[in-house]
C-alpha cells in the first residue's frame, strides 16, 4: 500500500507544471556565476547608497582640500588612501559610483522606454510604419556617439555640474536604444501572427491595448536582458567620458575622472597606486557584476537552455544507481553461467 502512495506521489509530481516565470527563476538560480554576480550586485550598490546618504546627512564637503594628508597611503584612517589634495578616496570612490549607479539607472529606463515603444510600434502595425520607422532608427544608430557628446559638452560647458549630469544621462538614453527596438520590433512581428492576438482582434480590443497588454508583456524578459547589458553599457560610456572631461566637474567625484586624474602624471601612477587602483578595481567589479546577471538571465530566459529540479535530480540518481545494479545482477548471472557449463562438460567427460 505504502509503495502504491509513493508512486502516485511521484508520478503527480513529475505532472506538475512549472509556470515559464519560475522555469527562469529556477536556472537563474542554478547558474553559480550569475548568483554570485546578483550577490556581487547588491553589495556594491547596498554600500553605495549607504556612503550617498552618509555625506549628505553629515554634511562632509567633497571638496574641502588637507595639503598636509597629500598622497597619504591606505590606512586605518583612511581605507583607500588619499589623492593629491589630501581628500579622503574611500568616500570619493563610492560617491563615484553613486554617480554611475544613477546614469546607468536613469539612462537605461529612457533607453528601454524609447526602444520597446518604437519597436511594438513597428512590429505591430508593418508596413509603411515600420519602413519609416526603422529607417529612421538606423539614421539614430549611424550617429557617432563621442563626437556628439564632446560637441554637447563643449555648448553646455558653462552648466552647473548636476546639470551636466543629466545632459550625460540625455545623451546616452537618446542614442541606446536602436538595438532593443529592432529586438522586439522581431520578437512582435512573430506573436502578432499568433492565434491569441487574433481572439483580440476578433473582440474588438484596441491596438493600444493589444500592444501594451498582450504583445509587450510576451517580450519582457528579453527587454530585461537587455536592459542589463544597456545598463551596464551606460556606465562604462560615462565613465569614458568622465575620463576625458567630458562629463561632470569637479567637486562631484566619478570614477572616471579619479581614473584620469591619476593617469595624467606618470609618477602618480607608478608611485601613488591606490590613487586608481580603486577606482579601476570599483568600476570592474560593478560592470563585471551586472554583465554576470545579464549573462545568468540570458540563459535562462533561453528555451534551449535545459535545467532539473531536485525532483528530477534524485530520480535521475536513482534511475542510475539501479541501472548500476541491473548490470552487476547481469554480470553475476553471467558468471554463474559459465560456471555451471565447465562442470556439466567435466561431469560428461
Same mark, same amino acid.
Given at each position: /500500500?505504502s509503495?502504491?502512495v509513493?508512486n502516485?506521489?511521484l508520478? $503527480?509530481?513529475? !505532472?506538475?507544471?512549472?509556470?515559464p516565470?519560475?522555469?527562469? /527563476?529556477?536556472k ?6 550569475a ?10 550598490v547596498?554600500?553605495i ?15 574641502k ?7 597619504m597611503?591606505p ?11 589630501g581628500?579622503?578616496?574611500?568616500l $570619493? ?13 536613469? =539612462? ?20 509603411k510604419i ?7 532608427t538606423?539614421?539614430?544608430s ?10 554637447i ?14 545632459l ?7 542614442? $541606446? ?5 529592432? /529586438?522586439?520590433?522581431g520578437?512582435?512581428?512573430s506573436l ?7 481572439a ?5 480590443? =484596441? ?7 498582450h504583445l509587450i ?13 544597456t ?6 560610456s ?17 570614477w572616471?575622472?579619479l ?15 591606490w590613487?586608481w ?9 560593478l ?9 545568468g538571465?540570458?540563459?535562462?530566459v533561453d528555451? @534551449? ?7 528530477? @535530480? ?5 534511475k @542510475?544507481?539501479?541501472?548500476k545494479?541491473?548490470?552487476? !545482477?547481469?554480470?553475476?548471472r553471467g558468471?554463474?553461467g559459465?560456471v @555451471? ?5 567435466? !561431469?560428461?567427460?
Amino acid at each position: /500500500m505504502s509503495t502504491a502512495v509513493s508512486n502516485d506521489k511521484l508520478s $503527480r509530481e513529475h !505532472e506538475k507544471i512549472i509556470s515559464p516565470t519560475k522555469q527562469i /527563476m529556477i536556472k537563474f538560480k542554478h547558474n553559480k556565476l550569475a548568483m554570485f554576480g546578483l550577490c556581487l550586485l547588491i553589495f556594491l550598490v547596498a554600500i553605495i547608497t549607504v556612503t550617498h546618504f552618509y555625506i549628505n546627512f553629515s554634511g562632509y564637503n567633497l571638496a574641502k582640500v588637507y595639503m598636509d594628508k597629500k598622497y597619504m597611503a591606505p590606512s586605518m584612517e583612511h581605507i583607500f588612501g588619499t589623492d593629491g589634495q589630501g581628500r579622503d578616496l574611500f568616500l $570619493r570612490v563610492l560617491e563615484g559610483g553613486w554617480i554611475s549607479i544613477q546614469v546607468g539607472i536613469l =539612462s537605461t529606463f529612457m533607453s528601454v522606454f524609447i526602444g520597446v515603444s518604437i519597436g511594438a510600434i513597428a512590429g505591430f502595425f508593418g508596413g509603411k510604419i515600420d519602413s519609416i520607422i526603422m529607417r529612421g532608427t538606423e539614421i539614430v544608430s549611424s550617429f557617432p556617439f563621442l563626437a556628439i557628446a564632446m560637441t554637447i559638452s563643449a555648448i553646455f560647458a558653462d552648466l552647473d555640474a548636476h546639470l551636466r549630469l543629466y545632459l550625460i544621462i540625455f545623451i546616452l538614453g537618446s542614442l $541606446r536604444w536602436t538595438g532593443l527596438a529592432r /529586438m522586439v520590433r522581431g520578437q512582435i512581428l512573430s506573436l502578432r501572427e499568433q492565434e491569441f492576438i487574433l481572439a483580440t482582434k476578433a473582440l474588438g480590443i =484596441s491596438s493600444y491595448h493589444q500592444i501594451t497588454r498582450h504583445l509587450i508583456p510576451n517580450v519582457l524578459t528579453y527587454v530585461i536582458v537587455s536592459g542589463t547589458l544597456t545598463f551596464a553599457g551606460a556606465i562604462l560610456s560615462e565613465s569614458s567620458l568622465s575620463y576625458l572631461g567630458l562629463s561632470v566637474t569637479e567637486p562631484i567625484p566619478t570614477w572616471g575622472r579619479l581614473l584620469s586624474v591619476a593617469a595624467q602624471d606618470a609618477v602618480v601612477m607608478t608611485k601613488y597606486w591606490w590613487t586608481w587602483v580603486f577606482p579601476g578595481f570599483a568600476l570592474f567589479s560593478l560592470i563585471m557584476s551586472i554583465n554576470l546577471v545579464g549573462e545568468g538571465l540570458r540563459d535562462a530566459v533561453d528555451p @534551449k537552455s535545459q535545467y532539473m529540479s531536485k525532483e528530477q @535530480k534524485a530520480r535521475l540518481k536513482e534511475k @542510475k544507481r539501479r541501472e548500476k545494479l541491473m548490470k552487476k !545482477e547481469q554480470k553475476l548471472r553471467g558468471k554463474k553461467g559459465t560456471v @555451471k557449463d565447465v562442470m556439466i562438460s567435466k !561431469e560428461e567427460m
